[in-house]
């Protein structure tokens, strides 16, 4: 069995090393457009923002392919199929046969056709990334245009580097796709907060030598322009081979396209209509295709999509449908914008279906799993909403505490005991632990012992 | 008065028992200074005089005398054994046996039975801690720095470990650092920290790889430690890249800034320690768990260096010297491995017998445990210190297993679980009444001295084994001191080297640490200040990654259910169960749940609940508490009941079943 995977981003990567895990023969070959082997693409905002250095990126170490019996190609990316004689052609002119073919080509950034474009520097590779970090160096001010995901955490990357940044973007508010409006809005003040300028419902004309020009003729000026305006699927080589192409190469719940050798996965791959520009579900997508590659059964049935910002001193998680209105679901809400808080939760049918987390908070990981598991979400919302709210300690104040209450959890001794022990005589703490043993074992109760004898003595007038 | 230590759990408190079986606690052993007991070990005098004592060895059940029984056992062994060989007959013995009897009992299973099938129920307890320390130190002594340092350090992370619970006096040795428990419960001991991450359970490997890459991308790491000390960082470097701290809060649910707080914290700290207990260990995945830890240990330069390092909380009583000294399936004396052949050499020198003889390496114990009474598998077994009918994992089918054999003998001092099976129970001497050698959590090796006369009728195992052995063709040591010199010469040479360690030292030094080569050694406390047990003296990184549970929850059992320890008892509770003031603390097994769940099972506190897994089925009594999380039920294992309901899938490497997650159903009992 041959094995040609097209692609060696995040999913073909993963593809590559999920099938070997589980074939240590079947033959593989893979085809990367970079001249770079493997990195991970999620960890550049981390590294222009050099919360992660670039040599944490890497996915693959260098001896891998070699210890592992996979051929992989790097800079001659694949430009043909033939699905007739079942061979792949690069651009350099080398044919490759397959049994089994993995497409896994990704996504473009999108440039959007304006004068002097070609001024600005799309945010996507490693290399976009160290061009960036490069003209950060010298740059006075910078603009990103786009605030998505990526843009937001290029913007505050930048700002974090202590340079000037103007964010703009087309729609009203920020991450308009996964935010609702007031979520949206709170962001934006968070990062203003941060020295990042924001600027929504603005669309840019032109980008010239000394800034980005915008419709209304407004000049925001910058020496560094970064292009954060979404990605576009690389489909045309399915294209060409004739394969079923909407916005993405359609393939079915086995990750196959309309020819049964031919896969795709990842950020190239439109599945039941909806294509995922997110790793986790190019991941999900990676080990379904390798198990039924090496001749197991899996199903892929579809991603739940949890946007997680990653921004220093922005803490922003967002899932699912955020933007239902009460009269389509159950709404619980919180904002106190003066902190940059605002918490949002989507019920439905007793399920959590979105949800939106702004600012730093415990229930983060609970809402997540909460909503990847989609079971009923517990009746007491607030508790949810606030770890820790139901959980307020009762105060053990000698006086309030039932006699029947242990005081001494090493060796089981109850309130009611030392106060007998105390009746019998005992004035201090090694009274009342030659009597009970309390306070022997871990002694962390050496205190609440001493508080209750006091008490007992205060009570009776007996100075101690 | 006679000064010995406690029967119970690793960190072998000192106690005086005397006048008759009254005891007090000692103040010069460090681990319980300034004389520190809990309530397991103020009352262990009880089971001394306890009415519920085995006295006279039974053979199917009736009362006969020792030779009767003796002879009836070595007849069937023999005959078993020479109609289906050496292998048909099997031995599983305890980590709380002292170093002589494990090592007599690892002697007894190879030499004079000639089998391979010998493990220990050890294997459930520290193996994933034991496999991954050896393989990034070159050896595993738990702790290897003296309990008394973690007092002096910054910051102590606990991953796994609820020492308030299960052994109450280690908490005086954390007074003065600030506490990070991973625990998926707000235990007694996660109550007393400073930093709490509750993470899903069977994801702590996830959670430790979150924060080494952390550490990374923040700068923290002390890369000149990592130049000098250790090889293979650029390896776990790469595979880290896949765990950024966001990925790992999907998983684990523990808020990244709840992991960089942590991270910071360790790295902040002059002195600073991480330690793992079972919650990080006993999982199908346990080796590579402890490894995660350790790595972040070592990119944080903390083990082999003063004040700071990594340490495994071992937990029953001879956890440690029962791991060393031949009880474990692929081991020989003095912690060697048994298919080294200059190792074989050694031990065959000492045993007198020529190391082809010395049987290869057997089953592990789940593995030992599931082939018995099968075609291939041992239609004997020899059981010492252990009650695999609660503490073995599917504990209903370990039970089906026993069922099948042609002979099961047991040593015990009450009737356990798995005693009842017995076709041969004979009556031992307890700790008070016998003398020995215990390795405390430390390294420490500690002197068990007898205080007491057994009543009458009652022999040490070491009796049992030299009386087999003898009716086998075999001449063994009953003596204590003597079995124990005999080890001295069996370790000399090994990792575990106990040759300069005498019952005269340990008495007089409170103890000596091991490797011990020669009695003007002073002992080691501290092993890798200078250099690591690899030849090359670096620890070693190794990569590791993250992968789901064997068994994760669904639809059909869509409640995570963890298993462990409650102050009151000790592991199969057969001893703490037959002690009134332990059994009045903790009557009964009972579920925890929280609130939410709970609500949602219409179940409440007091309720008997039924909680059915794959395995098997258990009731109990529900507890309702927020400790827990939200997908998580606990269950206390001291009791028939949680481990019919765990699951066995073991560990690659250290063969350890993962008992701390599995997916259950849980019902209110109609």
Not at chain 1, 32 to 53: D, F, H, K, M
Not at chain 1, 189 to 194: A, C, F, I, N, S
């Amino acid at each position: 069995m041959r094995l040609v995977v097209v692609g060696n981003g995040m999913a073909g990567s993963r593809l590559v090393s999920e099938v070997r895990t589980r074939d240590p023969h079947m033959k593989i070959t893979v085809f990367g457009a970079e001249e770079r082997r493997p990195y991970n693409r999620i960890l550049l905002s981390n590294v222009l923002a050099g919360s992660a250095r670039p040599d944490q990126v890497r996915l693959v170490d260098p001896g891998w392919y070699e210890a592992h019996g996979v051929e992989a190609v790097f800079g001659d990316p694949v430009a043909h199929i033939d699905r007739e004689t079942r061979h792949v052609v690069t651009r350099g002119g080398r044919r490759e046969p397959y049994d089994l073919l993995a497409l896994a080509t990704g996504s473009d950034a999108i440039v959007p056709p304006i004068p002097g474009v070609e001024r600005a520097v799309p945010f996507r590779t490693l290399d976009d990334c160290e061009r960036i970090m490069r003209a950060a160096e010298q740059a006075r001010a910078a603009v990103v245009i786009g605030g998505g995901l990526l843009g937001i955490e290029a913007a505050r990357g930048l700002a974090g580097r202590g340079l000037p940044v103007t964010l703009l973007h087309l729609a009203g508010h920020l991450m308009e796709r996964q935010l609702d409006v007031e979520a949206g809005q709170v962001l934006g003040e968070t990062l203003t907060g941060l020295g990042v300028g924001i600027r929504t419902g603005v669309s840019a004309s032109a980008v010239e030598a000394d800034g980005v020009r915008l419709d209304d003729g407004e000049l925001i000026p910058a020496d560094l322009v970064v292009l954060a305006c979404g990605v576009r699927p690389v489909t045309g080589l399915a294209a060409d081979a004739g394969l079923e192409v909407r916005r993405g190469i359609v393939v079915d719940d086995e990750l196959r396209t309309d020819d049964p050798s031919i896969f795709a996965i990842g950020e190239c791959a439109e599945h039941d209509g909806t294509v995922y520009g997110l790793v986790a579900p190019a991941w999900e997508q990676a080990t379904v295709a390798a198990e039924v590659i090496t001749g197991g059964k899996a199903l892929y049935r579809g991603s739940r999509l949890v946007t997680r910002l990653k921004a220093k001193s922005v803490e922003l998680a967002a899932m699912g449908e955020t933007q239902l209105g009460e009269e389509q679901a159950e709404v619980v809400r919180f904002s106190h914008r003066a902190r940059g808080t605002y918490r949002k939760l989507v019920i439905k049918d007793g399920r959590l279906v979105g949800a939106i987390l702004l600012g730093e908070s415990d229930a983060v990981g609970t809402l997540t799993q909460l909503f990847d598991r989609g079971g009923p979400v517990p009746g007491d919302r607030a508790g949810l909403l606030f770890p820790g709210l139901a959980a307020a300690p009762v105060a053990d104040s000698p006086t309030l505490m039932p006699d029947a209450a242990t005081v001494c959890r090493c060796n089981n001794v109850t309130k009611g005991q030392i106060r007998a022990c105390w009746e019998a005589g005992a004035r201090d703490v090694d009274g009342v632990a030659a009597a009970t043993r309390a306070t022997t074992g871990c002694g962390t109760c050496r205190d609440a012992v001493e508080g209750i004898v006091g008490w007992l003595c205060e009570q009776e007038g007996i100075s101690v | 008065m006679t000064a010995t230590h406690c029967p119970y759990c690793a960190l072998q408190c000192g106690m005086k028992i005397g006048p008759g079986p009254a005891i007090t606690p000692r103040t010069d052993i460090p681990a319980n200074a300034p004389g520190s007991l809990c309530q397991k070990g103020w009352t262990a005098g009880e089971l001394l005089t306890n009415g519920e004592r085995l006295t006279t060895p039974l053979l199917h059940g009736e009362p006969v005398e020792w030779d009767v029984a003796l002879d009836y056992v070595a007849e069937r062994l023999s005959a078993i054994r020479a109609e289906h060989g050496p292998d048909a007959v099997a031995v599983f013995g305890g980590g709380g046996l002292t170093n002589e009897k494990a090592y007599s009992l690892g002697k007894f299973a190879r030499v004079a039975l000639g089998t391979s099938q010998v493990d220990y129920n050890g294997r459930f307890c520290m193996s994933s801690a034991a496999a991954a320390s050896i393989r990034a130190f070159g050896m595993d002594r738990g702790m290897p720095f003296p309990i008394t340092d973690l007092a002096e350090a910054d910051v102590v992370m606990l991953a796994g470990a609820n020492v308030a619970e299960t052994m109450p006096p280690f908490v005086r040795h954390l007074n003065g650092p600030r506490l990070i428990v991973v625990d998926p419960r707000r235990s007694p001991t996660a109550r007393l920290a400073w930093l709490h991450l509750q993470p899903t359970p069977g994801t702590d490997l996830a959670l430790a790889l979150g924060l080494l890459h952390i550490a990374i991308g923040d700068g923290l790491v002390d890369e000149e430690y990592v130049a000098a000390r250790t090889t293979g960082f650029d390896e776990v470097r790469t595979a880290l890249a896949s765990w950024w701290p966001e990925r790992v809060e999907r998983i684990t649910g523990v808020p990244v800034h709840k992991m960089r707080q942590a991270v910071r914290a360790l790295a902040a700290a002059e002195r600073a320690y991480i330690l793992t207990g079972r919650g990080a260990e006993q999982h199908a995945k346990g080796t590579d768990t402890v490894t995660a830890f350790i790595n972040l240990a070592l990119a944080l330069g903390l083990p082999g260096t003063e004040g700071s390092g990594y340490g495994c909380v071992t937990g029953q009583g001879n956890g440690q010297g029962g791991r060393e000294h031949g009880q474990k399936a692929d081991q020989l004396p003095g912690y060697r491995k048994i298919d080294d052949p200059a190792a074989r050499a050694h031990v065959a020198g000492v045993w007198g017998i020529a190391p082809d003889d010395i049987p290869g390496p057997g089953r592990s114990a789940y593995e030992l445990l599931d082939a018995l009474g099968t075609p291939e598998g041992p239609r004997a077994l020899l059981l010492f210190g252990s009650n695999p009918v609660i503490s073995a994992p599917a504990a209903e089918h370990v039970a089906e297993r026993i069922g099948s054999l042609e002979l099961l003998v047991t040593c015990d001092f009450v009737m356990s679980e798995t005693a009842a099976l017995a076709d041969v129970v004979f009556p031992v001497t307890q700790w008070a009444e016998e003398t020995g050698t215990m390795t405390n959590l430390e390294g420490r090796v500690l002197l068990r001295r007898r205080a007491l006369t057994p009543p009458p009728g009652v022999r040490s195992d070491l009796d049992v084994i030299a009386a087999l052995a003898a009716r086998l063709g075999h001449t063994f040591e009953t003596e204590p001191a003597k079995v124990f010199d005999e080890l001295r010469r069996a370790s000399a040479g090994g990792p575990a080297d106990y040759s300069g360690i005498t019952y005269e030292r340990i008495a007089n030094e409170t103890g000596v640490f091991w490797p011990c080569p020669s009695e003007e050694h002073p002992g080691t406390p501290r092993p890798f200040l200078d250099r690591f047990a690899h030849p090359d003296g670096r620890a070693r990184f190794v990569p590791v990654q993250h992968r789901a549970a064997a068994e994760e929850i669904d639809d059909d059992y869509p409640v995570y259910l963890s298993t462990g320890r409650v102050l009151s008892h000790y592991q199969s509770g057969a001893q703490t169960r037959r002690i009134a003031p332990l059994v009045e603390a903790a009557p009964e097994p009972y579920v925890e749940l929280h609130p939410d769940l709970a609500e949602q099972l219409d179940i409440a506190a007091g309720d008997v609940v039924r909680v059915s897994s794959r395995r098997g089925e258990s009731k109990a009594v529900a507890r309702i508490s927020d400790a827990i999380r939200r997908d998580t039920a606990f269950m206390p294992f001291h009791w028939e009941g949680a481990n019919r309901l765990t699951n066995p899938a073991l560990d690659p490497v250290s063969r350890m079943p993962e008992f701390k997650v599995c997916a259950v159903r849980v019902e209110r009992d109609s």
